[in-house]
């Protein structure tokens, strides 16, 4: 009994697996099967974000293009007493 095929139709996708046997002296399909695990634990880590982890990571860009020391305190807004200004 054989092995079940899988044919792809791709010149890049090709020339990059040959490439790649040549280099580390591994059979194309086993390439095959490392790159697609691979590629299946990424997006399973993707999936498994928590949607505040997003938020978190919007803030945190958000943070980084603010300029040095501003703060969210906003102590020109009130007065000793805690009240507005």
Known sequence: MSEPQLSVRSTKARDL?????????????????IALERYDIE?????????????????????RMLPAGTTSAHDDLYDDDGLPK
Do not use: C, S, Y
């Open 17 to 33: 697996a040959h490439a790649l046997a040549r280099r580390t002296g591994q059979p194309i399909n086993k390439l095959v099967e």
């Open 43 to 63: 997006l399973r880590r993707e999936n498994n974000v928590h949607p505040l982890d997003t938020v978190w990571e919007l803030a945190a860009e958000g943070r």
